[in-house]
């Protein structure tokens, strides 16, 4: 492990101090109050043994686990399930509980998991909750001691500070003097509005890339160049979270500017009272510090992004699509859509290219309501579109591609007073099932593309398999 985690560990072992003086209903081993060793296998070792459980697992981003376990030895299958569930809680940050033949609880913050095996299924509930609270105490702990390091270590690319980089340094820097979590919200410099594009270590993560409408409080300090203060999270963010706590949540908005045009704003919320003015002057400071940096480096970003833009549809183009397949090579699944409007080359003809152009832009929302968030359209010829599916196998891509073309054949657009029917041919590819190459899939799709169109249009065809 390296020695950022251990330092980590030793900042995160004042966190659980306490359990190592208690005896609770499920605590087998006595512990004397003392100062806890920073060494890793210790402290996990404590855990287990303040709740009686056969092993206790630590994991941190992409570096093996850590593992404590009780002296007589643990069954390995039974380990490997404690470290599978803890990746699954670093990677979504939420708390996990599994019964089988053990009982493994996982609770994750950011980008660390840990996980606590117990010997079998019928483990009391006031034992699970107890452990619960202690591994998020844990991670809790360890997660602010990393954030500082992960803030440049992930976003520094050729010693060069990126738009990432800063924000990130922002939000964390508000954060810590407030005491309480921070967003940082942009104006979109491509298209409108205003959106969530960094959260603090201890935030809300569904904040992330969160719409904020102009009337929201955040909006307004962003498109305003406004100091705002709202009563509730709802009034500051525009929108209420499902399941979030219903309780008034103070909150407050500085805004980043560039001399006198703003560009986006930093949000704290959950602020007291009492203590909203103590903070004010230094978050207006820290705001007035990043604005130009901020503004700078998101119309560079902007500029860059632009080049990879169909400029009639707003999907991604050619360029897009070949930077983007060139991320996922690596990737173990990968689909790949490529679809064709039917008798596209008919509407130009007799309705004129203002009509096509028209359909085309039509077409690029009925995808963007259509497929996931994670998906990628791009548009890399005239009516033709190329889709790449991230994480995504054969039979799923076929379902995707299906739901496209029944979206497409059920839209309907109006030009010049007529409605124009619209549906699309698709070709499905996807690795590793009919490629193991991720440059082949344009190709591979293609030729399934062609089946489709050769068999009568307004359908799926899927390639053959490698």
Same mark, same amino acid.
């Given at each position: 492990?390296?020695w950022?985690?251990?330092?980590?560990?030793?900042?995160?072992?004042?966190a659980?101090?306490?359990?190592?003086g208690?005896?609770g $209903?499920?605590? +087998? !081993?006595?512990?004397?109050?003392?100062?806890?060793?920073?060494?890793?296998?210790?402290?996990?070792?404590?855990?287990?043994r303040?709740?009686?459980?056969?092993?206790?697992v630590?994991?941190?981003?992409?570096?093996?686990?850590?593992?404590?376990?009780h002296?007589?030895? #643990?069954?390995?299958d039974?380990?490997?399930r404690?470290?599978a569930?803890a990746?699954?809680?670093?990677?979504d940050?939420?708390q996990?509980?599994t019964?089988?033949?053990e009982?493994?609880?996982?609770?994750?913050?950011?980008g #660390?998991?840990?996980a606590?095996?117990?010997?079998?299924?019928?483990?009391?509930?006031?034992t699970?909750?107890?452990?619960?609270?202690?591994?998020?105490?844990?991670?809790?702990?360890? !997660?602010?001691?990393?954030?500082? !390091?992960?803030?440049?270590?992930?976003?520094?690319?050729?010693?060069?500070?990126?738009?990432?980089?800063?924000?990130?340094?922002l939000?964390?820097?508000?954060?810590?003097l407030?005491?309480?979590p921070?967003?940082v919200?942009?104006?979109?410099?491509?298209?409108?509005?205003?959106?969530?594009?960094?959260?603090?270590y201890g935030?809300?993560?569904?904040?992330?890339?969160?719409?904020?409408? +102009?009337?929201?409080?955040?909006?307004?300090?962003?498109?305003?160049?406004?100091?705002?203060?709202?009563?509730?999270?709802? !009034?500051?963010?525009?929108?209420?979270?499902?399941?979030?706590?219903q309780?008034?949540?103070?909150?407050?908005?500085?805004?980043?500017?560039d001399?006198?045009?703003?560009?986006?704003?930093? #949000?704290?919320?959950?602020?007291?009272?009492?203590?909203?003015?103590?903070?004010?002057?230094?978050?207006?400071?820290?705001?007035?510090?990043?604005?130009?940096?901020?503004?700078?480096?998101?119309?560079?970003?902007?500029?860059?992004?632009?080049?990879?833009?169909?400029a009639?549809?707003?999907?991604?183009?050619?360029?897009?699509?070949?930077?983007?397949?060139?991320?996922?090579v690596?990737?173990?699944?990968?689909?790949?859509?490529?679809?064709?409007?039917?008798?596209?080359?008919?509407?130009?003809?007799?309705?004129?290219?203002?009509a096509?152009?028209?359909?085309?832009?039509?077409?690029?929302?009925?995808?963007?309501?259509?497929?996931?968030e994670?998906d990628?359209?791009?548009?890399i010829?005239?009516?033709?579109?190329a889709?790449?599916?991230?994480?995504?196998?054969?039979?799923?891509?076929?379902?995707?591609?299906?739901?496209?073309?029944?979206?497409v054949?059920?839209?309907?657009? #109006?030009?010049?007073?007529?409605?124009?029917?619209?549906?699309?041919?698709?070709?499905?590819?996807?690795? $590793?099932?009919?490629?193991?190459?991720?440059?082949?899939?344009?190709?591979?799709?293609?030729?399934?593309?062609?089946?489709?169109?050769?068999?009568?249009?307004?359908?799926v065809?899927?390639?053959?398999g490698?």
């Open positions: 492990m390296s950022i985690a251990l330092v980590g560990l030793a900042a995160a072992s004042a659980i101090g306490w359990v190592a208690r005896r $209903p499920g605590a +087998a !081993e006595p512990v004397a109050e003392q100062v806890l060793p920073a060494d890793h296998q210790h402290l996990l070792d404590l855990l287990r303040a709740h009686r459980a056969l092993a206790a630590f994991v941190y981003e992409d570096d093996e686990a850590v593992v404590a376990e002296p007589r030895g #643990v069954n390995r039974a380990v490997g404690g470290e569930l990746r699954v809680a670093l990677h940050g939420r996990h509980v019964k089988q033949a009982t493994v609880l996982a609770v994750g913050d950011g #660390v998991g840990v606590m095996v117990f010997p079998d299924k019928d483990v009391p509930e006031e699970i909750s107890r452990a619960l609270g202690d591994l998020r105490r844990l991670c809790a702990g360890l !997660e602010a001691q990393y954030a500082r !390091e992960r803030r440049w270590g992930a976003y520094r690319r050729a010693g060069q500070e990126t738009l990432q980089a800063a924000l990130a340094d939000c964390e820097q508000a954060a810590d407030a005491g309480v921070a967003v919200v942009l104006r979109d410099a491509i298209g409108e509005g205003a959106h969530v594009r960094r959260v603090s935030s809300d993560r569904r904040l992330e890339n969160l719409s904020v409408p +102009a009337s929201a409080g955040a909006g307004r300090a962003a498109m305003e160049d406004t100091t705002i203060t709202c009563e509730t999270f709802e !009034e500051m963010f525009g929108q209420r979270l499902d399941d979030r706590r309780r008034d949540e103070f909150s407050m908005a500085f805004p980043l500017r001399g006198g045009q703003p560009a986006g704003a930093v #949000v704290v919320y959950g602020l007291s009272r009492s203590a909203a003015h103590a903070v004010a002057v230094e978050l207006e400071r820290i705001a007035m510090e990043f604005g130009p940096r901020v503004a700078q480096m998101q119309a560079v970003w902007a500029a860059g992004h632009r080049s990879t833009l169909d009639l549809t707003g999907l991604g183009n050619r360029r897009a699509m070949d930077e983007r397949l060139a991320q996922h690596g990737d173990d699944h990968l689909g790949f859509l490529l679809l064709d409007l039917d008798h596209f080359k008919k509407v130009n003809d007799e309705l004129g290219h203002a096509g152009d028209a359909v085309l832009k039509h077409v690029a929302g009925v995808l963007k309501a259509t497929l996931r994670q990628i359209p791009c548009r010829g005239g009516e033709e579109i889709v790449i599916l991230p994480a995504t196998n054969l039979a799923e891509a076929e379902l995707a591609a299906e739901r496209v073309r029944k979206a054949e059920g839209s309907r657009v #109006v030009v010049s007073g007529r409605e124009i029917a619209i549906t699309c041919s698709v070709g499905v590819a996807a690795k $590793p099932e009919t490629t193991s190459e991720v440059a082949n899939l344009p190709a591979v799709a293609d030729k399934a593309l062609y089946k489709a169109k050769e068999s009568g249009r307004n359908r065809k899927v390639a053959a490698s």
